[in-house]
């Protein structure tokens, strides 16, 4: 079955650590996206790709990095500069060709900073 | 900047309908919907494009009011599967379609009892 892969679904990190979430997609999209949504925020977008080796920041980057090396992984790094990272983090994709594109979404990370 | 939803939460009995609206403050040339349930991903609903076009569900409706920047999305006959927070992403003009940037609301609350 296609979908698109995140794990893992809770992670726990101690202050001042990076950490990375992974992303995985086997659905031959091109355009993968990171989201940030913390309760009654809705999703904010913090990057996304259009084609790998090539991202833009999205409207909350800060204290966040990512890399597109392949096209189906889209790993995005919390570090430590980040001040708040506390928050459930949901990657998704799409294709880029034409205008009725949806955006498929990953079952989501769970990320706690303590 | 983000669209505006309302309402943030509606409470409706099986058989009811409901109608939900997004506003933005910017020309914008495609509105898309999502359903979100409780610690799930966001699934796709229903995409209106500038123009008229539009992709979903069938058992979905919605609106695009280009003068008014406008969206809403009609829930009728609602079942207990219909509750869940749904978020409209919008896409601005300026961007057009060679930007896959969606920036989505706050949400609305949606529960449906017996």
């Known amino acids: 079955d296609g979908g698109i892969t995140q794990s893992p679904k809770y992670l726990f990190r101690k202050e001042g650590q990076n950490v990375t979430l992974s992303c995985e997609q086997n659905?031959?999209?091109?355009?993968m996206y990171w989201y940030r949504q913390d309760p009654g925020q809705g999703l904010r977008l913090i990057y996304y790709?259009?084609?790998?080796?090539?991202?833009q920041k999205g409207d909350i980057a800060e204290g966040y990095s990512v890399s597109r090396e392949k096209k189906e992984s889209f790993p995005l790094t919390v570090t430590s500069a980040q001040k708040n990272p506390t928050a459930f983090y949901l990657c998704?994709?799409?294709?880029?060709?034409?205008?009725?594109?949806?955006?498929?979404f990953g079952p989501g990370t769970r990320l706690t900073v303590t | 900047q983000q669209p505006v939803q309302s309402p943030q939460a509606v409470i409706l009995r099986e058989g009811e309908d409901a109608v939900i609206n997004c506003s933005s403050s910017?020309?914008?040339?495609?509105v898309h919907w999502y359903r979100q349930k409780h610690g799930e991903a966001p699934v796709f609903l229903m995409i209106?494009?500038?123009?008229?076009e539009q992709k979903g569900h069938d058992k979905i409706s919605a609106s695009f009011n280009e003068k008014k920047q406008q969206s809403s999305l009609y829930l009728t006959a609602s079942q207990l599967s219909y509750s869940g927070t749904y978020f409209c992403?919008?896409?601005?003009?300026?961007?057009?379609?060679?930007?896959?940037?969606?920036?989505f609301g706050k949400g609305t609350k949606l529960s449906v009892i017996p």
């Open positions: 998704a994709s799409s294709i880029v060709a034409g205008y009725l594109y949806e955006q498929y």
């Open positions: 659905l031959n999209h091109d355009a």
């Open positions: 790709s259009q084609i790998v080796n090539d991202f």
């Open positions: 910017k020309a914008l040339y495609s």
């Open positions: 209106l494009l500038k123009g008229g």
């Open positions: 992403g919008t896409q601005d003009s300026y961007s057009g379609a060679g930007s896959y940037q969606l920036t």
